[in-house]
């Protein structure tokens, strides 16, 4: 974090306000259900698996991802500076304390400090943020783009989902050869504006190397070789 530039940094804390971002995770985690059952499952492995009530405490790799990032990013000094700590910020990541208890404590121990910022933090009123002026450059490419499609997200977003998921076996065939001769390496060197050269005697080469596909031969020296 402490390499990213300011305006990156800037974007994550206060713009996108990632930190309430994973607060809203360890809340209302996404791969976590209750079965037909009655049983809790969580996605583990690409699958729903069911979790034994004797491990409903032990923490998943995504679980523990999150729980890190909000360690990394409430502890880091420079985050710390440029996040702006409202009243709303400050009442959502308090929320953090009710599921840091001794046994997720003795599955990721550095949360004990994080633990102990948040208590810190409820009873003090943070510093203000002090207000920097950050000048970015914004591509002209996006900016077009979210003109162009202003109020259109969903009708677009439903055009690519019938357009990618409710695909038949010959359209994946089709979309696969279309994405595959879009890579074809001979097309793409056919419009370079330098005629590939032939590694022996430096004339223009037309046949390339059927074993490596990198060096090119002409007509007289590929017979050689």
Known sequence: MHVLPLSVLTRLLNTHNVPILLVELVENPPWSRQSQAGCLEKYTNSKWQQVLPSEQLVLTKTEGQVWLAIHQILLLPECQQKYEYNNYNKSMILKLRAHINEVVIEQIPSLVELQRHLEHLAIIEPPPTKQQLILEQ????????????????????????????????????????????????????????????????????????????????????????
């Open 138 to 225: 914004v591509p002209e490419m996006r900016s077009s783009l979210m003109q162009q499609y202003k109020s259109k997200w969903r009708t677009l977003a439903e055009q690519q989902a019938a357009l990618l998921l409710q695909q038949s076996q010959q359209d994946l065939l089709k979309c696969s050869r279309g994405l595959a001769s879009a890579y074809n390496i001979d097309a793409m060197e056919g419009m370079l504006a330098d005629a590939p050269k032939c590694v022996v005697c430096g004339s223009e080469a037309r046949k390339r190397c059927s074993r490596c596909r990198n060096e090119w031969y002409c007509g007289r020296c590929v017979v050689g070789n």
